[in-house]
């Protein structure tokens, strides 16, 4: 039987030890943890996002900060509001929701979050860490991923994995944590110009699928008894209340048939990336106070 594997209610489980974690340092008589969030513009996805992560910190007993920005904030306003947080001690935990408008230099502003607090783990500093095993935040969908794996135990050590996409936020980070030593995978990165992606992931044991293309892995492109992590989210229109269907990059109703382990959307990656998130600001809090 097909294994779902069920990002919701771990989740939900692994947030609850974190709030009641939160509950016990309150209790020492320490001040919350503090999350801070920055949304530049009304992108819909991303006030989403943003609504759903402060709702997270509540949960949790975080105290967060949503800073809501004009979409025609300049990049010099944007810096500034970074470095004064920056230099907030009360704050543990900074993001700047992508993507910006176009006339700010996502990079810059990655960048000018001090990596301490870059609990997105963007920051060139901390994904270079990340490459040389050095402890980091890791980004929180590649993180969550991890967790997932290793929550549900799916054995990794000396399976070939298939990571398609190379993105900085998700394919690549998540092609070397699978390499890492303690998870010991052999891994096949594949992208827009790899020719017959089918080709690998026919011989993957485990499939991460990043690539933002609604039912993208075909039951013909798995191998039989192989565990498939879908991380794609796509909206896609609907006629519902909403006005829009979440899509994954994976048919999942026919590769589920051949698989022994599935991540179902929603419902699978995207609440473990919300707890991945969650879980890095506890890191940064504890790391300030050295508990
Ligand atoms: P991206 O657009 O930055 O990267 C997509 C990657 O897919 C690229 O590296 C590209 O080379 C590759 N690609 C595109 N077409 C391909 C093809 N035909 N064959 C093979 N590879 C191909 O996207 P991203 O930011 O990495 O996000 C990917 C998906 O994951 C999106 O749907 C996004 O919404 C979703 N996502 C979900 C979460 C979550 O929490 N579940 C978090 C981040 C991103």
Do not use: W
Not at 274 to 279: A, F, I, M, Q
């Amino acid at each position: 039987m097909t294994k779902i594997l069920d990002g919701k209610a771990l989740a939900l489980t692994l947030r609850s030890k974190v709030k009641e974690e939160v509950a016990t340092l309150r209790d020492a008589g320490h001040r919350a943890p503090h999350l801070a969030a920055i949304l530049v513009g009304e992108d819909g996805a991303s006030m989403t996002y943003v609504n759903s992560k402060e709702k997270d910190c509540e949960y949790v007993g975080f105290e967060s900060s949503v800073y809501r920005l004009g979409a025609d904030t300049t990049e010099e306003a944007l810096l500034s509001h970074i470095a004064s947080i920056n230099n907030n001690k009360n704050i543990d935990g900074l993001i700047v929701q992508l993507p910006v408008p176009k006339h700010i230099d996502a990079t810059k502003i990655t960048e000018s979050i001090h990596p301490d607090i870059d609990v997105d783990g963007f920051h060139t500093l901390n994904v270079g860490k990340l490459t040389i095993d050095e402890d980091t935040y890791i980004s929180a969908t590649p993180f969550g991923v991890i967790m997932m794996l290793e929550e549900y135990g799916i054995e990794t050590r000396g399976k070939h994995c298939v990571v398609i996409g190379r993105s900085n936020i998700v394919g690549r980070p998540m092609s070397i944590l699978m390499s890492q030593g303690g998870r010991d995978a052999t891994v096949t990165i594949c992208h827009r110009h790899t020719h017959d992606v089918g080709a690998f992931t026919r011989i993957a044991d485990i499939v991460i699928v990043a690539v933002g293309i609604p039912e993208f892995l075909k039951p013909d492109m798995v191998k039989e008894g192989a565990t498939v992590i879908d991380v794609g989210i796509t909206r896609v229109d609907a006629d519902n209340k909403r006005g829009y269907l979440l899509k994954g990059d994976v048919e999942y109703d026919t590769v589920k048939e051949k698989c022994s382990a599935i991540t179902p959307v929603p419902g699978g990656v995207g609440p473990m990336t919300r707890y991945g998130l969650l879980h890095n600001t506890l890191k940064s809090y504890k790391n300030k106070f050295n508990l």
